[in-house]
């Protein structure tokens, strides 16, 4: 099943894992997430979790702030 290729929509912490198991499982080829967000007192501008496990991984990220519709 290696030779399915999967393009991975999600931000938040808790679907992290599920990126990493399709990682582990499928290509995942691409990475949609939310823009850059200002976190904290100093509002530096924050990647999402999504957006760092991709970038770890290796995965191209695509972030927008418009959501996708079909």
Do not use: W
């Not at 979790?49 to 702030?65: N, Y």
Request: glycine share 6%; no cysteine; hydrophobic share 45%.
């Amino acid at each position: 099943m290696r030779n399915i290729k999967i393009v991975f929509f999600g931000t938040p912490d808790f679907v992290v894992p599920v990126l990493e198991s399709l990682t582990n499982n499928f290509e995942v080829v691409g990475v949609v997430t939310a823009p850059d967000q200002p976190s904290g007192r100093k509002k530096v501008l924050t990647a999402s979790p999504v957006a760092l496990a991709a970038s770890q991984a290796g995965i191209k990220t695509f972030k927008t702030d418009k959501p996708v519709s079909y």
